[in-house]
């Protein structure tokens, strides 16, 4: 599995941002998916993920209420729709595959795109 991700940017605090991961490969449905992010100086943290199916979700208490992570399994996707965002959501986005549902630690996912650089700043 192959995946690439996308929609990064600069935004305002209080703005939004859409994260789309397109994948390529096979099997896709079979996948859970997760967002991940690190900002400089930091370790990677776990923000989002969705089960294979889409009906079970789980958030990082930090984003949680203000970010949506969804799946197309027909057009191979999953999104990351950001609201209200904070300069501490500054930082580098991947998404990442895992034949696990839902879970939370890096280690447990075994495909990463490359990555999309968000930065919130006024």
């Known amino acids: 599995v192959q995946l690439q991700a996308s929609g990064g940017g600069l935004v305002q605090p209080g703005g939004s941002l859409r994260l789309s991961c397109a994948t390529s490969g096979r099997g896709f449905s079979r996948y859970g998916m997760g967002w991940f992010r690190q900002a400089p100086g930091k370790e990677r943290e776990f923000v989002a993920a969705i089960s294979w199916s889409g009906s079970v979700t789980n958030y990082a208490d930090s984003v949680k209420g203000r970010f949506t992570i969804s799946r197309d399994n027909a057009r191979n996707a999953v999104y990351l729709q950001m609201n209200s965002l904070k300069p501490e959501d500054t930082a580098v986005y991947y998404c990442?595959?895992?034949?696990?549902?839902?879970?939370?630690?890096?280690?447990?996912?075994?495909?990463w795109g490359q990555g999309t650089q968000v930065t919130v700043s006024s």
């Open positions: 990442a595959a895992s034949v696990r549902n839902t879970v939370t630690i890096t280690q447990a996912y075994d495909y």
